[in-house]
């Protein structure tokens, strides 16, 4: 089992940045992928970004490159979004995830084994 707590959502204005944290706990945390999920009002649940057990690859979905960085810190049992470059469009409520591999959280939802309770990410235009 593993049990995910997101933080560090909040209002920023566009072209500001936030970083996201996700505490885990469970002992399994460091042999998991890890990712960041986002839903806008109205709207399914999307792929964000994605980090193998190792840290050593990373994913991002087109519209997040070059401005969204996931890491991950084993040792803190903490996986961290960072976002850069805010859009309005960026705004929804994240979610952080745990899968088996990397490539099960870039094919979607369905590949996500455990799930955060969200934090809530505003941008202002």
């Known amino acids: 089992q593993v049990q995910l707590a997101e933080s560090g959502g909040g209002l920023v204005q566009a072209g500001g940045s936030l970083r996201l944290s996700c505490a885990a706990s469970g002992r399994t945390f460091s042999r998991n992928a890890m990712g960041w999920f986002r839903q806008a009002p109205g709207k399914e649940r999307e792929f964000v970004a994605a980090?193998?057990?190792?840290?050593?690859?990373?994913a991002a979905t087109d519209s997040v490159k070059g401005r969204f960085t996931i890491s991950r810190d084993n040792a803190k049992n903490t996986v961290y979004l960072q976002m850069n470059s805010l859009k309005p469009e960026d705004t929804a409520v994240y979610y952080c995830?745990?899968?088996?591999?990397?490539?099960?959280?870039?094919?979607?939802?369905?590949?996500?084994?455990?799930w955060g309770k969200g934090t809530l990410v505003t941008v202002s235009s």
């Open positions: 980090i193998s057990w190792s840290g050593v690859f990373t």
């Open positions: 995830a745990a899968g088996r591999v990397q490539g099960d959280l870039v094919a979607g939802p369905s590949g996500v084994d455990y």
